[in-house]
């Protein structure tokens, strides 16, 4: 069945849309539900299929995992997975990651719950690759990081709940980047 519906979509008039479709009915319960590993590799072999398709998946993926939605959870071992295939590179997410946090304020307000749902995936997730599993180095993430660092303060007002945890994250970052940079990171923030 796979491999028909692969061919529909290849021999299909529409076979960009159709992909694009396609990959947001994978990509949706990748990121909003707990799935099995077997499930996670079928559903990153159909991304592969499809982006042979529409060579332009691989942008549109990316801009779909930085969309502020409440439900969608950034998980690191799904965007590793997506790294590690070459679905985009640590640069472009770093890219993206500080794009969205820098027009952050932009967002009409009825939708900044959605932005702090995103400000502490992305912060969880560039703590979980570059600190817990070591995965990246430290300038991996440089931009996103500054901007992390530099609107601690801000968000500690905002929502004081959050301070400890981000308070933890200066101080793994600064560990981190070790006792050399920690007066860059200091100047950062």
């Known amino acids: 069945m796979y491999k028909k519906v692969m061919e529909l979509i290849r021999t299909s008039p529409n076979s960009d849309n159709l992909a694009i479709e396609c990959s947001i009915k994978i990509l949706d319960p990748l990121f909003n539900d707990l799935i099995s590993i077997k499930k996670i590799n079928f559903f990153l072999l159909l991304l592969k299929e499809l982006r042979s398709i529409n060579v332009n998946l691989t942008s549109f993926i990316l801009q779909w995992i ?5 439900k969608r959870i950034l998980k690191s071992d799904i965007i590793l997975k997506l790294i590690k295939e ?18 952050s304020n932009n ?3 009825d939708k900044m719950q959605n932005i702090v749902h995103i400000y502490l995936g992305i912060t969880k997730l560039t703590k979980s690759l570059i600190i817990d599993e ?4 430290p300038t991996a993430f440089h931009r996103t990081i500054e901007y992390i660092l530099r609107s ?13 945890y981000l308070e933890d994250f200066k101080n793994a970052i600064a560990e981190t ?13």
Do not use: A, H
């Open 177 to 189: 980047f070790g006792s050399n940079n920690y007066s860059t990171v200091n100047s950062i923030q």
């Open 134 to 137: 070591k995965f990246l180095p």
């Open 66 to 70: 930085l969309l502020p939605t409440e």
């Open 152 to 164: 601690i303060k801000n968000f500690k007002e905002t929502y004081p709940k959050m301070g400890k």
């Open 86 to 103: 070459g679905f985009f590179s640590p640069k472009d997410l770093d890219q993206g990651f500080s794009g969205l946090l820098e027009t």
């Open 107 to 109: 967002f009409p307000s």
